[in-house]
């Protein structure tokens, strides 16, 4: 240690130093502040100041996961779960519904395995939030908190699945809480898609089709979401080689089971068959879905309606093109029924420029071959002529001449008119059934078109919780895990609710600005100051329009600001 003297106006001001060797060099690094140098003779200290005393404490990821387990706490995951898995088991320590609410917070916010959980976890405040002492939250504990929602009852050997039951529980009070406008009904979209899986010793993890047509090993999860509030009323795990036609019957089974009012169901076409629509009707449930346009049902009526491109007919506008609907009738599943013939204007006259494109140019080569293959033999020709007609043979007429001396064309050919005319009538086109009869052709179109919610939901799980691939090896931990990453949309469209219900936005923005909050919150950080005697919690980084989004949203006192006195 050194003292170092420093001349300022009339006085010396003394410091104190310490000497760093840095290789050859030594280097001196400021320690202490010691005062006026007649002061320090005379031995009188300095006074000491507020500053001197202050001691900042290590800083806490805080703001991202305060705000989701504030709608943790609003939808009461916590109790639900232990509720639910942990009636009659005496558990020491902390619960496995604080162990799963934090695991789908940090799925929403920054996915990580089960072995990273337990680095991620102490660096949130989430340890202060659910009173876990952060030395708790390891890899085991996270895992064994997955088997008290699914476990292999090794008495009886059967699986105990409580999820149907929390999803149950959640959506009525979901429900309860918000209900749907006087004289509405539940409207509910359902959709599978399959999840990447690795490994193969998981009897549910099998080889199946994926929607690029991709074989692999996988699971399906199918989701029931509510169109209203785009909540997720239950969900469904099955084995990688069942599709969604098959599924239909449990489908009907869990909405009686989970008591959701009647009202409307929406799939898509490749969801419908006759027995399905029975099995719907039957239920006492509408269905509004799409119908294969391959069946021969299906092209009579897109080939025989015709839709004019009117405004009374006009629909909406989509990504893709302008719509427009009629209602007309006729035999369908083994009955008269009311359908919705819609067309795309844009797709339909795309479809037909393309195919207008493909037929010219079969025409310029046919001029060409008839000129440049005067000499040639007939089977030589008619071998050139099928490479060139290919696949559409039904819509040009070719024909091989003979002349003499082998001078002249030798093909003659000419476009089918007819065949032309029908094969781009029902180009664009879509049938639509909606067993309720009421409902006029636009309504039905944009119920129908609509539906797409559930495949964003599927978007969000896959790409900003990562669901996939599934790296669990035990089935009744596989379906514990995607019971976490749901939970994580309930935290997502909660909240995503609460900011629709504050701004007025169209639902594409609203979930924009859900996560530009989370993103916004996500550089919010918690630390201590100490005072003295006075300790001081401030958050830091927090951007005047995130307080303005939290007072909206009734969260003004998320990130309030708190002080204590100790001894």
């Not at 060099?25 to 000491?48: A, C, N, T």
């Not at 089960?114 to 002492?133: F, I, N, Q, S, Y």
Request: glycine content about 6%; overall charge positive; aromatic content about 8%.
């Amino acid at each position: 240690m050194s003292v170092k003297r420093h001349k300022r106006g009339n006085r010396v001001y003394l410091a104190e130093y310490r000497q760093v060797r840095e290789g050859k060099k030594v280097r001196s690094i400021f320690v202490r502040y010691l005062g006026p140098e007649d002061h320090v003779k005379q031995g009188k200290k300095p006074k000491r100041r507020v500053l001197d005393r202050i001691q900042l404490s290590q800083s806490h990821r805080a703001g991202d996961v305060r705000l989701l387990w504030k709608v943790a706490e609003d939808l009461d995951l916590v109790n639900s779960i232990d509720r639910i898995c942990c009636e009659k088991s005496d558990i020491p320590g902390p619960s496995p519904g604080k162990f799963l609410t934090m695991w789908a917070i940090n799925r929403v916010l920054d996915p990580e395995s089960c072995t990273k959980l337990e680095r991620w976890v102490p660096g949130t405040d989430l340890p202060l939030l659910a009173g876990v002492e952060p030395v708790l939250c390891t890899k085991d504990a996270f895992l064994s908190s997955l088997d008290f929602v699914c476990y292999q009852d090794l008495g009886g050997d059967r699986k105990v699945d409580h999820t149907v039951t929390i999803d149950e529980l959640l959506y009525h009070r979901w429900r309860h809480r918000h209900p749907l406008p006087p004289g509405d009904r539940e409207t509910v979209a359902y959709d599978l898609t399959s999840v990447l899986f690795f490994g193969v010793s998981c009897p549910i993890a099998e080889l199946g089709y994926n929607a690029k047509g991709v074989r692999r090993h996988q699971v399906n999860l199918a989701l029931l979401v509510s169109k209203y509030d785009k909540y997720p009323i239950t969900h469904f795990v099955y084995g990688g080689s069942r599709n969604i036609g098959s599924t239909v019957k449990n489908l009907l089974v869990r909405l009686v089971d989970t008591g959701v009012e009647k009202g409307t169901i929406i799939w898509d076409r490749g969801n419908v068959s006759k027995d399905h629509v029975k099995l719907v009707e039957d239920a006492r449930w509408k269905l509004i879905c799409g119908v294969p346009a391959t069946s021969k049902e299906a092209r009579v009526f897109l080939d025989g309606t015709e839709v004019p491109v009117t405004p009374e007919a006009f629909v909406q506008t989509s990504k893709t093109g302008h719509i427009y609907a009629v209602k007309t009738k006729g035999q369908l599943f083994g009955r008269e029924r009311s359908v919705v013939v819609c067309i795309n204007e844009e797709r339909r006259s795309g479809r037909v420029n393309d195919q207008n494109e493909v037929l010219a140019w079969i025409g310029e080569e046919l001029d060409k071959l008839s000129v440049r293959g005067q000499g040639w033999s007939e089977a030589v020709l008619h071998k050139e002529i099928k490479g060139i007609v290919e696949s559409w043979e039904n819509l040009v007429h070719v024909r091989v001449k003979r002349t003499k001396g082998g001078v002249g064309p030798r093909i003659s050919w000419r476009y089918k008119t007819r065949e032309i005319e029908d094969a781009a009538r029902p180009q664009g086109k879509s049938l639509l059934l909606s067993t309720d009869e009421s409902l006029p052709a636009k309504e039905v179109v944009r119920s129908y078109f609509e539906k797409d919610f559930v495949e964003k939901v599927f978007r969000m799980l896959k790409t900003d919780e990562a669901m996939e691939p599934v790296r669990h090896r035990l089935e009744h931990r596989v379906r514990a895990y995607l019971f976490v990453c749901v939970l994580a949309y309930h935290l997502l469209s909660t909240l995503h609710f609460r900011i629709k219900e504050a701004v007025e936005a169209d639902n594409v923005k609203v979930w924009e600005q859900t996560f530009d909050l989370l993103d916004d919150l996500g550089r919010v950080e918690r630390a201590e100051v100490r005072f003295g005697n006075e300790v001081k919690t401030l958050y830091l980084n927090v951007s005047k329009s995130t307080g303005e989004m939290l007072k909206k949203i009734g969260m003004k006192d998320l990130l309030k600001e708190d002080s204590r006195l100790t001894v």
